[in-house]
């Protein structure tokens, strides 16, 4: 198989065809930026630091790649069609468990940055 030079412009369409790809047939997608979306929001309204918009945006970014990758690998299994295939149910539970851990690593960023201030707005900083 011979692939011949591709300019910048193609692949960077190529790239966002795949996003969008992603955001149109992936639910689970969606669902991740939606979330994404909110704790942008809820970053700009608590007024978080340069450094943890840093570990704000560096989780988001992880945890959408991790999924889009995630999809990447289911959508190589249906290529291989509908039989089933124990080495390919392993790469597909792999790929959900690095989403998984990409999403609780998230989390946990999300309650470290946002917790102290939400506790705060309601009047549960002092314990």
Do not use: Y
Request: glycine content about 8%; charged content about 15%; overall charge positive.
């Amino acid at each position: 198989m011979h692939f011949r030079r591709r300019s910048w412009a193609h692949k960077f369409s190529d790239a966002f065809r795949g996003l969008k790809r992603a955001v149109r047939s992936q639910s689970s997608f969606a669902v991740h930026l939606a979330v994404a979306a909110l704790a942008v929001a809820l970053a700009a309204i608590l007024r978080v630091s340069a450094g943890e918009w840093c570990l704000l945006a560096g989780a988001i970014a992880t945890v959408l790649a991790a999924e889009i990758f995630n999809s990447a690998i289911e959508s190589l299994a249906r290529a291989f069609g509908p039989g089933w295939n124990p080495r390919v149910r392993d790469a597909l539970d792999m790929a959900s468990a690095a989403v998984l851990m990409t999403a609780v690593g998230a989390a946990v960023i999300g309650m470290i940055v946002f917790g102290p201030r939400l506790l705060a707005l309601v009047g549960l900083d002092r314990w």
